[in-house]
């Protein structure tokens, strides 16, 4: 475990999984091929890195495998490891480590590699209203989990994950009403890339635009000539 010394009231983990210790975006590989899912997979994650280091933040790898923490894709930041079981399980042990020394927590992984600047700054703000905030994927799931506030540890493990109604269960999990973002894309599938890119389309016309990981993603999706 690697903590890091930071003025930062805020601290940010980034839920990964190691190439090469773990199976990387199965559904995407069942129909891509493995190489092209572990390509998607980097970019995003690079994606998701350079946007997390634009803001005031302290920022952490959450990473899946304890022999992952040496991995030099995860050098860049300081790393945590999970744990042990399910996911759950997993954000549990992530969000109370690390509310133990910061303020407020925002767990995030590497699906919505579209997740903005502006977006974090959001969540962040909306915890001075609200003890937690979601951000819901338009699976049913959820992109951003936020909190200030401790929580139990059956509000994590009684949620069904992977399903079309996990953040409803997660929403209803919660001891306070949370501040909603506004939704995004999860990307699990091949039928998800062309929401992705009109997703990022979007945000590329926007002022803040996109980072070079953000930009090489789209002009994958160009190429693959997905529909707008």
Request: hydrophobic letters at 35%; aromatic letters at 8%; glycine letters at 8%.
């Amino acid at each position: 475990m690697t903590m890091i010394s930071s003025s930062a009231s805020t601290a940010i983990a980034i839920f990964v999984k190691t190439p090469g210790l773990s199976p990387l975006k199965t559904r995407l590989a069942a129909t891509l091929g493995r190489h092209t899912a572990e390509t998607i997979y980097r970019l995003c994650v690079s994606a998701v890195e350079q946007t997390v280091k634009s803001v005031d933040v302290a920022p952490y790898w959450a990473v899946a495998e304890q022999k992952g923490l040496s991995d030099p894709l995860w050098q860049g930041l300081a790393s945590l490891y999970t744990g042990p079981g399910g996911l759950g399980q997993c954000q549990h042990h992530i969000y109370q480590t690390l509310l133990q020394r910061y303020q407020q927590v925002l767990l995030i992984g590497t699906d919505s590699p579209q997740l903005s600047v502006n977006r974090l700054r959001e969540a962040i703000e909306a915890l001075q209203s609200h003890p937690f905030v979601v951000g819901p994927a338009l699976d049913g799931g959820y992109y951003l989990f936020a909190g200030r506030q401790s929580l139990k540890r059956e509000c994590w493990n009684k949620v069904p994950y992977s399903r079309a109604d996990t953040g409803e269960k997660l929403l209803s999990s919660l001891p306070a009403k949370a501040a909603l973002l506004t939704p995004m894309t999860d990307l699990d599938r091949e039928s998800d890339l062309p929401q992705l890119r009109r997703e990022l389309v979007a945000l590329q016309k926007q002022g803040e635009g996109l980072s070079w990981p953000q930009q090489q993603i789209l002009n994958w999706l160009d190429n693959q000539q997905y529909p707008s």
